[in-house]
């Protein structure tokens, strides 16, 4: 056969059995570098399933069986012959269109037909890709398994992980073993997660990701339209940071030690208590030791922000990176920065830490979260913040933000490369990364978008309105994103914090009632006096917008605010600063630095009292000075009724 030539081997097939023997076989067969290429075509799809022969004896259908293509290790792929129009065999074609805006085909197909049904644990598989002449077709064998948090729990179309036996380069993408199927279920535009990923590679961020759209079949029943993109990892062709001395470090409650106790690659971080998970080294590689030295390498990086010592900070970490992923998060309004979720950041050996990649932008967009769990709606306001007009106060929608995202923004210079970063891209920002967005719509018009929605109708919202509404969306944000960036106050010059002084301690005493839960009508009222006193601070010269106020672990370190106040925090049984899932009693500041509304959980807090403890930090000159305000709650059963 020439390279150009197919041949036709049977059509129709229906009811038959096919037997090409070792003969035949050996006539076709190409050079040991190269695999023929079977195409199954089916009469009620559009599609071909690709496979590639290169070392069976036989290739067989048969009606008794309902098997197509019984390899050499007994793995079958049940697919039933009377839905076959014909199988051809070619020749690959080496020439590769690159066109990686089409939407393709993904075939899986599991070991004896078992239903993914877990995350937790991979199943055997063969993936058949069917490229289309954009790239080399592929069939491997691999695993799958589902994956995700809320992505998995809450919606019945399911994301993949898929786990080649073999590292595979898939529709041009570096060659790796693991990849993701992302659904994107919540997302009706299925175009927010690629949106950023093009953004971010367009803006300069390292290993950012990338999206090949495919239809997906699992054991020959259409899934619908899904994202394949890479899995964020170490490797030479994902985060390229070296084997012996490298790191990949995720912030991401899902994978810290609240919601995910059990694991050995996860800490609380010492300077903003944020949760944290270890993604590199992995398994035996990451002994305890290890991740405590990388505990306390990003500790020193906490350090810096918290004393907003920006040439501290900028020796530590690469700003522009900084700079950059914050703008990204703010322009999508992606709220997951704020808990925090899927918060990447590397670093290789004695270099910087770096920000990235990106991943997980389906809860951005103005998504109502009031409707988490069934919900698909987005767009609704171009005008809310995740870190608010000024930041480094945390005056937006999410104050509870860490203040490692923020704390920068009390430094000149980082104000400064802010704004000129954002008007470096502001002007051509829309204009090109929506340019991108087209070429993948042109695809997904031609019936990717009409099959997933007749697969998964999503509360009867029509595609093009919604991409429509998407578009407007981005638009009138980067409008009002331009002000609010712009608008950001260039804060005092301050010097660097070089030493810290705790200056004394006030015992406050409150009474909460049981039945009023959040609603409690007693505040934690502070002495304003007695503050500036032990400062050193008087009331004339005392400037409220120098004032931190943070929540206290029981050893004297810092814990994160959870609240939606400025400054607050939720606090376990222990005292101890935690989330709002399992927390007891709050302490939650808004304008008024000195009277502090507080509250408990009534489902959670059966103590008669609790202790916490709320520190005020001011900075003089170049010393940080610190009061403690040690809060005693009574908890009065009152008679009233909650439940």
């Not at 704004?419 to 719509?441: F, G, P, R, V």
Request: net charge negative.
């Amino acid at each position: 056969m020439a390279d150009s030539e197919t041949m036709y081997i049977f059509a129709p097939m229906k009811r038959y059995l096919l037997i090409l023997s070792a003969t035949l076989l050996a006539a076709l067969r190409l050079s040991a570098q190269e695999w023929m290429h079977v195409h199954l075509n089916q009469l009620s799809t559009p599609w071909t399933l690709p496979m590639a022969i290169d070392s069976i004896d036989h290739f067989s259908v048969t009606d008794e069986r309902t098997l197509l293509g019984e390899m050499a290790n007994g793995f079958c792929i049940p697919l039933s012959p009377e839905h076959i129009d014909s199988i051809t065999f070619e020749l690959p074609d080496t020439v590769e269109t690159k066109d990686h805006y089409r939407v393709f085909q993904l075939f899986v197909f599991t070991s004896n037909g078992q239903e993914i049904s877990s995350k937790d644990y991979y199943i055997p598989c063969y993936v058949a890709l069917n490229a289309d002449g954009s790239y080399d077709n592929r069939f491997v064998s691999g695993q799958i398994r589902g994956r995700g948090n809320s992505t998995w729990e809450w919606y019945d179309k399911k994301p993949y992980r898929l786990k080649l036996d073999h590292k595979q380069k898939l529709l041009g993408m570096g060659k790796a073993k693991n990849w993701v199927l992302l659904a994107n279920y919540r997302d009706v535009t299925d175009l927010m997660n690629t949106f950023v990923f093009e953004l971010g590679r367009w803006m300069g961020l390292p290993f950012t990701n990338h999206t090949r759209y495919v239809e997906l079949f699992i054991n020959n029943q259409y899934g619908g339209l899904y994202q394949l993109t890479e899995q964020v990892q170490q490797g030479s062709s994902r985060v390229d940071v070296s084997d012996e001395r490298g790191i990949l470090l995720t912030l991401d409650v899902d994978d810290g030690p609240n919601n995910n106790p059990n694991a050995t690659n996860n800490f609380w971080t010492k300077g903003f208590n944020m949760p944290a998970a270890v993604k590199f080294p992995e398994n035996e590689q990451l002994t305890k030791m290890r991740r405590d030295s990388i505990r306390d390498v990003f500790a020193i990086l906490e350090d810096a922000i918290k004393h907003k010592d920006f040439a501290a900070a900028d020796s530590l970490l690469d700003m522009e990176s900084f700079v950059r992923y914050l703008l990204i998060q703010e322009l999508v309004y992606n709220v997951e920065l704020s808990a925090p979720r899927s918060i990447f950041l590397h670093k290789d050996g004695d270099g910087k830490w770096i920000m990235g990649p990106l991943w997980d932008f389906d809860g951005g967009f103005d998504f109502d979260w009031s409707n988490m769990y069934t919900g698909h709606t987005f767009f609704t306001d171009y005008r809310e913040t995740v870190m608010g007009s000024n930041p480094v106060k945390r005056n937006g929608n999410y104050p509870s933000t860490p203040q490692f995202f923020t704390n920068l923004f009390g430094c000149k210079e980082f104000v400064q490369l802010y704004k000129k970063t954002w008007n470096h891209y502001a002007d051509s920002l829309i204009d090109h990364t929506w340019a991108e967005m087209e070429k993948y719509l042109v695809h997904l018009r031609k019936g990717a978008m009409r099959r997933e929605d007749s697969q998964w109708p999503v509360s009867r919202m029509n595609f093009e309105s919604e991409v429509k509404k998407l578009h407007t969306w981005l638009v009138n944000r980067v409008g009002f994103m331009h002000q609010l960036v712009n608008s950001i106050p260039d804060p005092e010059d301050t010097e660097p914090v070089v030493d810290e002084q705790l200056c004394g301690t006030i015992d406050v005493n409150v009474t909460m009632q049981r039945s009023k839960g959040y609603s409690q009508t007693n505040t934690v009222d502070v002495n304003r006096a007695a503050v500036l006193n032990l400062l050193g601070v008087s009331e004339e010269s005392f400037n409220p917008s120098l004032v931190t106020i943070v929540p206290l672990n029981t050893d004297g370190t810092e814990g994160q605010n959870n609240t939606n106040g400025v400054f607050g925090g939720w606090f376990n049984e222990d005292g101890n600063p935690r989330v709002w899932d399992g927390g007891h009693v709050y302490i939650e500041i808004f304008q008024d630095l000195f009277s502090w509304n507080c509250g408990l959980r009534q489902d959670t807090c059966f103590d008669e009292a609790h202790v916490v403890t709320m520190q005020i930090q001011y900075q003089v000159e170049k010393t940080l000075r610190k009061v403690n305000i040690r809060v005693h709650f009574t908890i009065e059963e009152d008679g009233g009724w909650w439940w």
